[in-house]
């Protein structure tokens, strides 16, 4: 086999050689190499790539980045002392591999600088406080379960519950903002990918997003990578080219069982569901790099997606994760069959800092939609039982299908903070003889909210989009039949 000229040039200029004694997969056990760092970047002698995972005494421990298949006595040299990825503005708009690599026919990528993959997060006296909100164009999450900038939120919820939809609505409602989103793939199927790649192409969000991608096919050592090469890739862009960056993990269990299956192969010790012992720390190490830095005032916003198996919360992963993040947004399939999109938990969703960015009428709204939506659950209880409802539960019961109804968005549906707030304000204060029409409220809103020039317009245009989203009846209308959202565990025991 013919050597990489690349190679021939590390071993000339005198980096540390050594020669492969045994391959397991995509592990490989390299003799010699020494000194040389742990998670040091290594190239082999076709010009394929590995990173060091252990030193050891006699041997170096070395994970296989590529797809070529080595042999025993093939070389080895250090290529670099950290492990690093190429980074840039170029890549913006483009479909990549783990390595750097295009995948969209698009043509070659120039690369602004090299940033290392593991690098640690900022000092605490170099961040700034969080205080400014991050729009997904989500009513229930802005209103109810604000995101700010520099953030930290899980996304849970089982499979087919919906996360990777709302994360992908997360993204297409920054086609039009500064922020560049970076979309991490762990392990999915070709088939997801092109998914991920139409839907964002179809609402023209592609043109700012870094979409970094690893298959099932691909050795697991990349899965395992690819959070750590997004996060590095956001990193180069939010402190040296002064850009917002969001980070979508796209899922973080998938990262977990990868990491698993490399310890397990590697004879590492296994801990709680055989994940190995610094599983914690992989993930904390990992989110903990988000937030703002006070040198430009710019921000590195997280969303990892992690899996709840059979909405369990409880989970090894999920309370990990919960316990890392600044809060959580939880899908239920119970929601989810009620035909509420998307599949929200009110009652177990929560955020720790996002009140933070929001002014005195979200705020205030926010309260008086958790009151009502309480009310509603309550107003449920009583429906089961069949008997005449009395008037106040007949309205909590109106209310609560009301807000349901704002809340419920298709997968291509965004709204602005202020076109949100307009439909809250009027959702919250119908009169009891007032009916609304959510459809047409949805409808005109957009138009009502583009024109708002300050805050003195709200009152007058909230009263005209009421105006026209008024139903006109003088019967009474029939009771509706109320769609509950689960109770939480507390509640159901």
Same mark, same amino acid.
Not at 120 to 146: H, I
């Given at each position: 086999?013919?050597? @990489?000229? &690349?190679?021939?040039?590390?071993?000339?200029?005198?980096?540390?050689?050594?020669?492969?004694?045994?391959?397991?997969?995509?592990?490989?056990?390299?003799?010699?190499?020494?000194?040389?760092?742990?998670?040091?970047?290594?190239?082999?002698?076709?010009?394929?790539?590995?990173?060091?995972?252990?030193?050891?005494?006699?041997?170096?421990?070395?994970?296989?980045?590529?797809?070529?298949?080595?042999?025993?006595? /093939?070389?080895?040299?250090?290529?670099?002392?950290? %492990?690093?990825?190429?980074?840039?503005?170029?890549?913006?708009?483009?479909?990549?591999?783990?390595?750097?690599?295009?995948?969209?026919? $698009?043509?070659?990528?120039?690369?602004?600088?090299?940033?290392?993959?593991?690098?640690?997060?900022?000092?605490?006296?170099?961040?700034?406080? %969080?205080?400014?909100?991050?729009?997904?164009?989500?009513?229930?999450? &802005?209103?109810?379960?604000?995101?700010?900038?520099?953030?930290?939120?899980?996304?849970?919820?089982?499979?087919?519950?919906?996360?990777?939809?709302?994360?992908?609505?997360?993204?297409?409602?920054?086609?039009?903002? &500064?922020?560049?989103?970076?979309?991490?793939?762990?392990?999915?199927?070709?088939?997801?990918?092109?998914?991920?790649?139409?839907?964002?192409?179809?609402?023209?969000?592609?043109?700012?997003?870094?979409?970094?991608?690893?298959?099932?096919?691909?050795?697991?050592?990349?899965?395992?990578?690819?959070?750590?090469?997004?996060?590095?890739?956001?990193?180069?862009?939010?402190?040296?080219?002064?850009?917002?960056?969001?980070?979508?993990?796209? !899922?973080?269990?998938?990262?977990?069982?990868?990491?698993?299956?490399?310890?397990?192969?590697?004879?590492?010790?296994?801990?709680?569901? +055989?994940?190995?012992?610094? /599983?914690?720390?992989?993930?904390?190490?990992?989110?903990?790099?988000?937030?703002?830095?006070?040198?430009?005032?710019?921000?590195?916003?997280?969303?990892?997606?992690?899996?709840?198996?059979?909405?369990?919360?409880?989970?090894?992963?999920?309370?990990?994760? /919960?316990?890392?993040?600044?809060?959580?947004?939880?899908? #239920?399939?119970?929601?989810?069959?009620?035909?509420?999109?998307?599949?929200? @938990?009110?009652? %177990?969703?929560?955020?720790?800092?996002?009140?933070?960015?929001? @002014?005195?009428?979200?705020?205030?709204?926010?309260?008086?939609?958790?009151?009502?939506?309480?009310?509603?659950?309550?107003?449920?209880?009583?429906?089961?039982?069949?008997?005449? /409802?009395?008037?106040?539960?007949?309205?909590?019961?109106?209310?609560? @299908?009301?807000?349901?109804?704002?809340?419920?968005?298709?997968?291509?549906?965004?709204?602005?903070?202020?076109?949100?707030?307009?439909?809250?304000?009027?959702?919250?204060?119908?009169?009891? !003889?007032? %009916?609304?029409?959510?459809?047409?409220?949805?409808?005109?809103?957009?138009?009502?909210?583009? $024109?708002?020039?300050?805050? +003195?317009?709200? #009152?007058?245009?909230?009263?005209?989009?009421?105006?026209?989203?008024?139903?006109?009846?003088?019967?009474?209308?029939?009771?509706?039949?109320?769609?509950?959202?689960? $109770?939480?565990?507390?509640?159901?025991?």
């Amino acid at each position: 086999m013919a050597r @990489n000229v &690349d190679f021939d040039k590390l071993v000339a200029a005198g980096k540390s050689v050594g020669e492969i004694i045994a391959i397991e997969r995509f592990l490989i056990k390299v003799k010699g190499l020494q000194p040389v760092n742990n998670r040091a970047l290594v190239m082999f002698e076709d010009g394929s790539k590995g990173f060091v995972q252990h030193v050891f005494e006699d041997y170096v421990s070395v994970l296989h980045l590529g797809n070529k298949n080595l042999s025993v006595g /093939m070389t080895v040299v250090e290529q670099h002392s950290e %492990l690093v990825t190429k980074a840039g503005k170029g890549y913006i708009g483009r479909v990549i591999s783990v390595t750097g690599e295009p995948l969209d026919g $698009k043509g070659p990528i120039v690369a602004d600088a090299i940033w290392p993959v593991f690098s640690p997060a900022p000092m605490l006296y170099k961040r700034e406080l %969080l205080d400014t909100q991050l729009e997904t164009g989500v009513t229930v999450l &802005d209103s109810l379960f604000p995101l700010l900038r520099g953030q930290r939120i899980a996304l849970l919820g089982d499979s087919k519950s919906g996360k990777t939809t709302l994360a992908i609505q997360t993204a297409i409602n920054q086609r039009n903002t &500064d922020a560049i989103v970076i979309y991490v793939l762990i392990a999915k199927s070709v088939k997801d990918i092109d998914s991920l790649i139409t839907q964002l192409e179809a609402a023209d969000a592609l043109k700012n997003t870094i979409i970094l991608v690893s298959t099932l096919s691909e050795s697991l050592a990349l899965s395992y990578l690819a959070p750590y090469v997004g996060c590095s890739m956001g990193e180069f862009l939010w402190q040296k080219l002064n850009q917002d960056v969001i980070v979508i993990y796209d !899922d973080l269990t998938s990262h977990a069982q990868a990491y698993r299956e490399i310890a397990l192969l590697s004879g590492i010790s296994p801990g709680r569901e +055989s994940y190995p012992g610094d /599983m914690f720390y992989s993930h904390s190490s990992l989110l903990e790099r988000a937030g703002k830095i006070s040198d430009n005032h710019k921000s590195l916003t997280a969303v990892p997606l992690v899996l709840t198996p059979d909405g369990d919360i409880t989970a090894y992963l999920p309370t990990n994760i /919960m316990s890392i993040t600044d809060g959580q947004w939880i899908l #239920d399939m119970q929601v989810f069959r009620n035909s509420i999109r998307p599949a929200v @938990n009110v009652g %177990l969703s929560v955020t720790r800092v996002g009140g933070r960015g929001q @002014n005195t009428r979200q705020k205030n709204q926010g309260v008086q939609a958790l009151k009502y939506l309480s009310a509603y659950d309550q107003a449920v209880e009583f429906s089961h039982f069949g008997s005449e /409802m009395a008037g106040g539960a007949q309205k909590d019961l109106t209310r609560g @299908n009301n807000l349901y109804g704002l809340f419920t968005q298709k997968a291509n549906e965004t709204y602005s903070l202020t076109a949100q707030q307009l439909m809250l304000d009027i959702v919250l204060n119908l009169g009891d !003889d007032e %009916l609304v029409d959510i459809a047409t409220l949805k409808s005109k809103v957009k138009d009502f909210a583009s $024109k708002m020039k300050d805050d +003195s317009d709200f #009152d007058k245009l909230r009263d005209q989009l009421k105006a026209e989203s008024l139903v006109k009846s003088t019967a009474p209308k029939a009771p509706q039949t109320p769609q509950a959202p689960p $109770k939480s565990e507390e509640a159901k025991t």
